[in-house]
Nanobody, 126 residues
Framework: QVQLVESGGGLVQPGGSLRLSCAGSGFTLANYAIGWFRQAPGKGREAVSC????????YYTDSVKGRFTISRDNAENTVYLQMNNLKPEDTAKYYC???????????????????WGQGTQVTVSS
């Protein structure tokens, strides 16, 4: 059974950085994707980034391009989201999710992801 645990959230000032981790267990497939999503109070859950584990291909939503970087450590079954130049509008609870290999057209679709972590809170405020 696949399980995901997020960590690394916290309070940071605008312009600061955080690195989120998504540690996975129970994987039996070599070809899958890990997505990062976020949900701010009163808003829907939105896709932030995604990585295909097999080939390392990555996707980003426009608002984080150039600021966030997703990466993987296959040996540790961990996916990271490095977040730089954080803005108040990045404040949200961040979730990682496990799903089938992603494509540019499909990676943002939440229903494709089968397993979700519990989330980690990121607050950007001065």
């Amino acid at each position: 059974q696949v399980q995901l645990v997020e960590s690394g959230g916290g309070l940071v000032q605008p312009g600061g950085s955080l690195r989120l981790s998504c540690a996975g267990s129970g994987f039996t497939l070599a070809n899958y994707a890990i997505g990062w999503f976020r949900q701010a109070p009163g808003k829907g859950r939105e896709a932030v980034s995604c990585i295909n584990i097999s080939d390392g291909s990555t996707y980003y939503t426009d608002s984080v391009k150039g600021r966030f970087t997703i990466s993987r450590d296959n040996a540790e079954n961990t996916v990271y989201l490095q977040m730089n130049n954080l803005k108040p509008e990045d404040t949200a609870k961040y979730y990682c999710a496990f799903g089938p290999p992603a494509t540019l057209r499909l990676w943002k679709i939440k229903a494709r992801y089968d397993v979700w972590g519990q989330g980690t809170q990121v607050t950007v405020s001065s």
